[in-house]
C-alpha cells in the first residue's frame, strides 16, 4: 500500500465518509457470511482514543489468514453508518513489524500515577489495626507487585480498562471506603479500606496488557478473585500471629465483592463491610464504564446510542452544562439586565 506521510487519525474523531489510513490495534476478529454464502470479516480496530468496528469484504479468508489478534495493521478505507453505528469498509491493509511508539494503540489513565500511588499509601496509612496494617505494607513493599499494580488495567473491557486503570479504580474505592466508614460508624473502618486495596489485586494476575489487553490462562481458569485470596494467603504466612478471623474476613470480602452469584462471586457478602465494599465497586465501576461511553457516543441529538450492557439509551449529561453556560453567558447576563430593569419601568 503507497503511504503519504499523513497524520494519525484518532479513533475518536473519525466522522461518516471519511477516508481513512493509519495503523491500528486489531483487538478482535472474526469471520461470518452473508445470506448468499459469501465470506466477510470483521474486525475491532483501536488506537488509544477507542475502537471502531471495520468489514472487509473482498478476499476475506485470505486476508484474514495474513494477521493475527493483537497486530498493529496498516489500514485504508472509508468510514460509514450502518443502523446507526459507525463502521470502517477497508480496502487495503497490511501488518506493521517494529511499532516506533506502542502507547498509540494502548489507552493509557489519564491521572497521574505517582501522585495516585502516593495518595493511596496515604489513606493506607491511616489504618489504625497494627495486624491489618502489617498486611498491607506487605504488598507495599513487594517490588514486583506495586509494578504491576501501577499498570494493569481494572477490567478487559468497560470500566477502567486501561494501563494504570487498577491503580485509579482502587484508590477511588479506598476514597469512598473512607468516606462511608464516617457516615456509618457501625462499619469498621480497618476493614473495610483494606478490603478495599485488596478486593481487586488478583487482576495483576489475570490480565496480560502488553499490546492487547486480555486474560491470562490463570485468569480464565481461577479468576481475580480467588487469585486475589491465593496472594493474601501467601502475605499471610509470612506474619506470625495474623487473627484467623480478621484473615477470614479479609478473604470473604474480596470473594464476595462482586454481589451476586450471577455476577461471578462465589459469595454473596455476609456482613456490613461486604456489603458496603460491593455497593462502593459497582458505583465506581458504573460510574466509570458509563461516563467513558457517554464520551465516546458518536449519536447526534441528546440521547447516546443504545448501550447493550445496560439495555437502554442514555441521556447526554453534557446537555445540562450546555444550559449552565448558556446562563453564565454574556448574552444571558445583558438579558437578564434588560428584564431585570422592564421590571423596574413596569412597576
Known amino acids: 500500500m503507497s503511504r503519504d506521510s499523513a497524520p494519525h487519525v484518532w479513533v475518536g474523531d473519525i466522522k461518516e ?6 495503523q491500528y490495534l486489531v483487538k478482535a ?3 461470518g457470511s452473508t445470506k448468499k454464502g459469501d465470506a466477510f470479516l470483521t474486525l475491532t480496530l483501536a488506537d488509544r482514543t477507542g475502537d471502531l468496528e471495520a468489514k472487509v469484504w473482498e478476499r476475506a479468508e485470505a486476508v484474514s489468514r495474513l494477521f493475527n489478534e493483537g497486530d498493529i495493521l496498516d489500514i485504508e478505507g472509508y468510514a460509514t453508518s450502518y443502523r446507526g453505528q459507525l463502521q470502517l469498509i ?5 501488518t506493521v513489524e517494529g511499532v516506533e511508539d506502542p502507547e ?5 489513565t489519564k491521572q497521574d500515577v505517582p501522585a495516585m500511588m502516593a495518595q493511596l499509601r496515604e489513606i493506607l496509612r491511616g489504618i489504625g489495626h497494627s495486624q491489618i496494617k502489617a498486611l498491607v505494607d506487605r504488598f507495599l513493599a513487594d517490588r514486583k507487585f506495586v509494578a504491576l499494580f501501577k499498570k494493569a488495567p481494572a477490567a478487559k473491557s468497560f470500566h477502567h480498562s486501561y494501563i494504570g486503570g487498577l491503580l485509579e479504580h482502587t484508590l477511588s474505592v479506598c476514597r469512598m471506603a473512607g468516606t462511608v466508614a464516617e457516615q456509618y460508624p457501625d462499619l469498621d473502618r480497618d476493614l473495610l479500606v483494606a478490603g478495599a486495596f485488596l478486593h481487586d489485586i488478583g487482576k495483576v494476575k489475570e490480565l496480560r496488557f502488553g499490546g492487547l489487553i486480555d486474560y491470562t490462562d490463570e485468569g480464565r481458569l481461577i479468576g481475580h478473585l480467588s ?4 496472594m493474601v494467603d501467601e502475605k499471610l504466612a509470612s506474619l506470625t500471629g495474623f487473627p484467623e478471623e480478621i ?3 479479609l478473604k470473604h470480602l474480596i470473594l464476595s465483592h462482586h454481589g451476586e452469584y ?10 456490613l463491610e461486604a456489603f458496603a465494599l460491593h455497593l462502593i465497586d459497582d458505583l465506581d465501576a458504573k460510574m466509570n464504564g458509563l461516563k467513558r461511553f457517554m ?4 449519536q447526534e441529538g441528546r440521547w447516546t446510542e443504545f448501550n447493550r450492557l445496560f439495555e437502554r439509551y442514555f441521556l447526554k449529561s453534557g446537555m445540562m452544562r450546555a444550559a449552565a453556560e448558556k446562563m453564565d453567558s454574556p448574552a444571558r447576563e445583558e438579558e437578564i439586565q434588560q428584564g431585570l430593569f422592564a421590571g423596574t419601568r413596569d412597576q
Open 17 to 22: 465518509d471519511d477516508q481513512v489510513r493509519g
Open 29 to 31: 476478529k472474526r469471520m
Open 90 to 94: 477497508l480496502s487495503e491493509l497490511k
Open 104 to 108: 498509540l494503540f494502548l489507552e493509557v
Open 227 to 230: 487469585l486475589g485470596v491465593s
Open 247 to 249: 484473615g477470614v474476613r
Open 262 to 271: 450471577a455476577f461471578g462471586s462465589p459469595k454473596r457478602p455476609k456482613f
Open 295 to 298: 464520551d465516546r457516543d458518536r
